[in-house]
């Protein structure tokens, strides 16, 4: 099915949306903070291996930040971005892009538990994922084709 024309209206598709919501009513909210005013959360179920840190922090070195970390504001705890905080504050980094929202406590721990096993249930186009590494002019020093083989195949 042919997709209508856009039509043009001189606004980005984002001015449109948040006109009609006020901004104290907005989920989220994206600031830059000191890594370290984030506290770490106990619950965090997550372990990052130092393969994983490099790799992270080799991609984040060459490209810059393009992901956030996620913070509850109400219990002022981090509740995605820990690697990210861990390599920032190694690296001496001074602001960090930080998305900002405000849970309660079940609510936070939910999405603790859930963010990342939801984006995990997706599989891999090995093929797609291998043209997409090899067309990459640098890749992370712990990241190769091989990856590949260890993630979940697609239908």
């Known amino acids: 099915m042919p997709r209508k024309p856009v039509k043009k209206t001189g606004k980005a598709p984002l001015d449109k949306l948040t006109e009609s919501i006020s901004a104290s009513s907005l989920p989220l909210r994206l600031e830059y903070l000191d890594p370290a005013s984030l506290q770490d959360n106990e619950k965090n179920w997550r372990r990052h ?14 490209v810059g ?12 705890r981090l509740v995605d971005g820990h690697a990210r905080q861990k390599i920032a504050l190694k690296n001496g980094t001074k602001k960090v892009p930080v998305l900002i929202g405000s849970w ?3 609510t936070e721990a939910k999405i603790l538990a859930t963010l990342d096993p939801i984006a995990a249930m997706a599989t ?15 890749l992370p020093r712990s990241i190769s084709c091989s990856t590949v083989s260890r993630l979940p195949a697609g239908p």
């Open 104 to 106: 309660d406590e079940a």
């Open 65 to 76: 930040w393009a992901g956030a970390c996620l913070f509850n504001e109400r219990t002022g």
């Open 124 to 138: 891999a186009d090995a093929k797609a994922l291998e043209a997409l590494l090899e067309s990459v002019s640098t």
């Open 49 to 62: 291996p130092e393969n994983q840190l490099a790799a992270l922090s080799d991609v984040i070195a060459e």
